[in-house]
Every structure is written in C-alpha cells, then in structure tokens.
C-alpha cells in the first residue's frame, strides 16, 4: 500500500483543516487507518484510527471532540477533519495502514505509513 497525505497547512488557532491520505496499491479496505503525529523534539503520538468499515474509531484524549477520522472505500481515502485547532496541535501528521484486524493505538501496529504533512497553527 503507497500512502500519500495531503491538506496541511498554516491556520490560526480556533481554525480548522481538513488532512487527506489517499491509498494506492493492495486492497484498502482491507486494512484499518490510523493518523499520527510528530512535534519538533517530541515522539510521535497516536490522533485517531479507523476500521476497515468505518464503524469503529478511536480518538487520542487530547483531540476527542476536536478531530473526526473517516474513510471512503470506494476512493480509497482516509481524512481527519481538524476543528478547534490549538497551537499544541502543530505537528507532522502521518497517515499508516494496518492489516490487522483491529484498530490500534501502537505505530509497530502499522504495516505502512505515508509521508507526513505538516500542520502549523499559529496562536
């Protein structure tokens, strides 16, 4: 599977944006999505993931309420909806796909994994 992520950009604190994985190559809805993403000096942390129906999701504290992950098998997309963004929500966010059966919040869970898009929100 080639992940490739896009919809970052500069937005000022309250804001939203919308970010963007597209899938190509194996079966995508065959495999659960996640989102991540990676500060300046910090670890990468989990956001939100998604099974391969879209019927079951899970959010990272910080962003529950804030941020909606979805999918659409028929285009082979995956996006995270980004409302009420703080300035502790800048990062690189990176979109990765799972075999497995469940979703997950561990990234040695995700088998492939897209290059990151940088979200930068301005206080």
């Known amino acids: 599977v080639q992940l490739q992520a896009s919809g970052g950009g500069l937005v000022q604190a309250g804001g939203s944006l919308r970010l963007s994985c597209a899938a190509s190559?194996?079966?995508?809805?065959?495999?659960?999505m996640g989102w991540f993403r990676q500060a300046p000096g910090k670890e990468r942390e989990f956001v939100a993931s998604?099974?391969?129906?879209?019927?079951?999701?899970d959010y990272a504290d910080s962003v529950k309420g804030r941020f909606t992950i979805s999918r659409d098998n028929a285009k082979n997309t995956v996006s995270l909806q980004m409302n009420s963004l703080k300035p502790e929500d800048t990062a690189e966010y990176y979109c990765?796909?799972?075999?497995?059966?469940?979703?997950?919040?561990?990234?040695?869970?995700?088998?492939?994994w897209g290059q990151g898009t940088l979200v930068t929100v301005s206080s």
């Open positions: 998604i099974n391969w129906s879209g019927g079951t999701t």
């Open positions: 190559g194996r079966t995508f809805r065959g495999y659960a």
């Open positions: 990765a796909a799972s075999s497995r059966y469940s979703i997950s919040r561990i990234s040695n869970s995700y088998d492939y």
